[in-house]
């Protein structure tokens, strides 16, 4: 057997194992287009009895944040709702809310059943600041630096695993 | 006039060319059908984020019907095709686009399958060449006259 014969296998092997390594994407996962960049202008309303509510100037106000996107009609938000209380005990990060196409009263019937994490909430009737931060699902979490500069974004809930795995690394990477 | 009309969908229909007159339905359309038209054929253009198969033409995802809208919105403003494909994708990225632009990232996407086959081709016309048969040289007299003796059946 000459080297040459086995071209064909190598090639084929290659392709192999790249297909196969695609295959363990999750391919619901979008990359967001925002990271590095600074969060977009908005300026939202309240929940009721919340005031004030949020605008784009806040999160450039020094210190970083964590900018948690739900909505009371969501499920999944539910299941991550007992780690964004824990995040919200981490020292130095503002926990904000962006309440996505949701109805205020049962929204503020969700914060009062689960807790409520946030020190300001945005609320987002229309969806239509969602689209500026490239919101294709709830819930989703972006994290923001002290200069008001999208670092990360988490699609989905977040799972036990996330906070030590993902979230509080960068975190701390966002500090330096 | 209105006869003619109905000729040519017919005719079309016949070819499988279905003119497709609404798809996703939406309530609020653009008035202008030029316009209207246009926004249809951007919205063919770019994938709907939570069902990422379907253009938002076709979805009825509740999503691909904001998108749809905002679509409708930066036409109306009087974007151009690529402005508004622009807006889209500052947000969501070029996963937004059903077809992915050429560039260095998604090199090996346009250039891998093309590559293949070169490549694929080459093997064979290298495994061709190699094992073309060689020219066999007629029998000599001798030869001949040696099989001759040996299917001689007496």
């Known amino acids: ?29 979008v990359p967001s287009a925002l990271i590095d960049k600074p969060v977009p202008q908005f300026d939202l309303p309240p929940l009721p009895g919340k005031e004030p509510g949020l605008i784009a100037a806040d999160l450039a106000k020094g210190g970083i944040s964590v900018v948690n996107v739900w909505a009371s009609w969501c499920g999944p938000c539910r299941l991550e709702h007992p780690y964004l209380m824990e995040l919200a005990k981490v020292p130095g990060i503002r926990m904000i809310g962006l309440n996505y196409k949701d109805d205020p ?21 229309t969806g239509r600041v969602a689209f500026e931060w490239g919101v294709y699902g709830v819930p989703e979490t972006f ?14 809930p977040l799972r036990a695993e996330d906070l030590p795995g993902k979230l509080l690394p960068a975190i701390e990477a966002a500090r330096q | 006039m209105k ?47 939570v069902c990422q198969n379907q253009s938002i033409e076709i979805s009825d995802a509740e999503l691909a019907g904001d998108l749809r809208r905002i679509v409708r919105e930066r036409v109306a403003a009087g974007d151009s095709d690529d402005q508004v494909r622009a ?62 003796k040996l299917t001689r059946t007496d």
Request: charged share 15%; hydrophobic share 55%; net charge positive.
């Open chain 1, 1 to 29: 057997m000459r080297w040459r014969n086995f071209i064909p296998l190598a090639v084929v092997s290659l392709l192999a194992a790249v297909l196969f390594v695609g295959l363990g994407l999750d391919p619901k996962i």
């Open chain 1, 105 to 125: 009263a049962k929204a503020q019937a969700f914060l009062d059943q689960l807790g409520d994490p946030f020190l300001a909430i945005g609320a987002d009737r």
């Open chain 1, 143 to 156: 994290l923001i630096d002290a200069t008001g500069r999208i670092v990360m974004k988490h699609v989905g």
């Open chain 2, 3 to 49: 006869l003619k009309l109905l000729r040519l969908v017919m005719v079309m229909t016949l070819f499988g060319i279905t003119p497709v007159f609404a798809i996703a339905v939406d309530a609020v359309t653009l008035k202008d059908p030029v316009l209207e038209t246009r926004a249809r054929s951007i919205m063919q253009g770019l994938r709907c984020l």
């Open chain 2, 87 to 148: 807006h889209l994708v500052a947000r969501y990225g070029d996963w937004v686009l059903m077809r992915p632009p050429l560039k260095l990232s998604t090199l090996v996407l346009w250039g891998g399958p093309p590559l293949l086959l070169i490549m694929g081709g080459i093997f064979l016309w290298v495994g061709q060449r190699r094992k073309a048969p060689e020219v066999i040289p007629p029998l000599s007299q001798a030869e001949a006259a040696h099989l001759a």
